[in-house]
């Protein structure tokens, strides 16, 4: 049985204060939705300190956005996956599409995240999607291989064992329009092939979550699909009741 999970990436939203008051809301209506759900939140780095204490207690898990390639030293305005992990992370968003398209993240700097990130024993949430350009000449397809192939590939098994994947049409993210869910379907099912030719049955056990603009309208019919297994949560991760009632999509 697949883990189901709901992400929440806060991007660049909310001051610390705001950031607490959304946790704690979260944590007061988790009830509501069944607990075979595994949700998690990634805010900003400043307030991971102060949220952590606000899920204390919760079944709630904590995530950053982003870490840094190196393990410390001389790099300014860097975060260590140590720092992270020491706040009491257990999940690192890699390869965001804002990532990679406004701070030239590469798969060569991913894969020293990676190394990262397993080496303080996070759990990294890799972004792979095409963007509107790529879909529309029909190589999204290429597009997540070569994504994957160029920094999943070179983890090792056990490493693979503790991966999710999220994927994210970049023309999906924060636009309104969202891929249908046989689209998403179909893209996951083949993401699955393709870690199968590496990693073989182990495939099978790897979370593949969706994202772009995933809400509590569709999230059900996007999460009934057999090769979904849940939602990487920009936008409507904002508000306690939409980011919890995406994961009712399960029982739908
Ligand atoms: C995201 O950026 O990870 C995302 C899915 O954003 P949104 O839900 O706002 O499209």
């Given at each position: 049985?697949?883990?189901k999970?709901?992400?929440?990436?806060?991007k660049?939203?909310?001051?610390?204060?705001?950031?607490?008051?959304?946790?704690?809301?979260?944590?007061?209506?988790?009830?509501?939705v069944?607990g075979?759900?595994?949700?998690?939140?990634?805010?900003?780095?400043?307030?991971?300190?102060?949220?952590?204490?606000?899920?204390?207690?919760?079944?709630?898990?904590?995530?950053?956005?982003?870490?840094?390639?190196?393990?410390?030293?001389?790099?300014?305005?860097?975060?260590?996956?140590?720092?992270?992990?020491a706040?009491?992370?257990?999940?690192?968003?890699?390869?965001?599409?804002?990532?990679?398209?406004?701070?030239?993240?590469?798969?060569?700097?991913?894969?020293?995240?990676?190394?990262?990130v397993?080496?303080?024993?996070?759990?990294?949430?890799?972004?792979?999607?095409?963007?509107?350009?790529?879909?529309?000449?029909?190589k999204h397809?290429?597009?997540?291989?070569?994504q994957?192939?160029?920094?999943?590939?070179?983890?090792t098994?056990e490493?693979?064992?503790?991966?999710?994947?999220?994927?994210?049409?970049?023309w999906?993210?924060?636009?309104?329009?969202?891929?249908?869910a046989?689209?998403?379907?179909?893209?996951?099912?083949?993401?699955?092939?393709?870690?199968?030719?590496?990693?073989?049955?182990?495939?099978?056990?790897?979370?593949?979550?969706?994202?772009?603009?995933?809400?509590?309208?569709?999230?059900?019919?996007?999460?009934?699909?057999?090769?979904?297994?849940?939602?990487?949560?920009?936008?409507a991760?904002?508000?306690?009741?939409?980011?919890?009632?995406?994961?009712?999509?399960?029982?739908?």
């Amino acid at each position: 049985m697949r883990k189901k999970i709901v992400a929440g990436n806060w991007k660049m939203n909310t001051l610390p204060a705001e950031g607490v008051e959304l946790a704690k809301n979260i944590v007061g209506q988790r009830t509501t939705v069944s607990g075979e759900v595994n949700f998690l939140v990634c805010p900003p780095f400043t307030h991971l300190a102060m949220v952590a204490e606000a899920l204390k207690g919760s079944d709630i898990a904590l995530g950053a956005q982003n870490c840094a390639a190196e393990a410390k030293g001389a790099y300014t305005g860097e975060v260590a996956a140590s720092m992270i992990a020491a706040l009491g992370c257990k999940y690192v968003i890699l390869g965001h599409s804002e990532r990679r398209q406004y701070y030239g993240e590469t798969s060569e700097t991913l894969n020293k995240k990676m190394e990262q990130v397993y080496a303080n024993n996070l759990t990294p949430i890799y972004c792979v999607g095409e963007n509107l350009d790529e879909r529309e000449a029909g190589k999204h397809f290429d597009v997540v291989k070569t994504q994957i192939e160029e920094v999943v590939y070179n983890l090792t098994a056990e490493q693979f064992r503790n991966l999710v994947i999220a994927y994210e049409p970049v023309w999906a993210i924060g636009t309104g329009k969202t891929a249908t869910a046989e689209q998403a379907q179909e893209i996951h099912a083949y993401i699955r092939k393709v870690l199968a030719v590496k990693f073989g049955a182990a495939a099978d056990e790897c979370a593949i979550l969706y994202g772009g603009s995933c809400k509590p309208s569709n999230a059900a019919e996007i999460f009934a699909k057999a090769d979904v297994d849940g939602g990487l949560i920009g936008g409507a991760a904002l508000k306690a009741d939409d980011f919890l009632a995406i994961g009712k999509g399960f029982e739908k």
